[in-house]
Nanobody, 117 residues
Framework: QVQLVESGGGLVQAGESLRLSCTASTTIFLINIMGWYRQTPGKERELVATSHNGRTINYADSVKGRFTMSVDSAQNTVYLQMNSLKPEDTAVYYC???????????WGQGTQVTVSS
């Protein structure tokens, strides 16, 4: 069982920045994929960014150039730096740790990000 604890959400104005953190209860180096997802009411959870084995990082088109995911293996923490925030970025952001073949799949509790116009 892997525990994921997110933090860093809040209320900001459009154009401002936030940094989310997700700390895992196990060695991140052993996790196949770490990801950030987000969800708004009435919509499905969508991918924001993923890191494969702490290296290759992929982003959703909607956040490319504005969001940066990073991995600190020493702290067992992944970050999501969000710049130039837009009202449409408002959502609950979730951290996920999973294996590509479904061997395990863990989610954090989520952190609310609200961007006002």
């Amino acid at each position: 069982q892997v525990q994921l604890v997110e933090s860093g959400g809040g209320l900001v104005q459009a154009g401002e920045s936030l940094r989310l953190s997700c700390t895992a209860s196990t060695t991140i180096f052993l996790i196949n994929i770490m990801g950030w997802y987000r969800q708004t009411p009435g919509k499905e959870r969508e991918l924001v960014a993923t890191s494969h084995n702490g290296r290759t990082i992929n982003y959703a088109d909607s956040v490319k150039g504005r969001f940066t995911m990073s991995v600190d293996s020493a702290q067992n923490t992944v970050y999501l730096q969000m710049n130039s925030l837009k009202p449409e970025d408002t959502a609950v952001y979730y951290c996920r740790a999973f294996h590509v073949f479904g061997n395990y799949d863990y989610w954090g509790q989520g952190t609310q990000v609200t961007v006002s116009s």
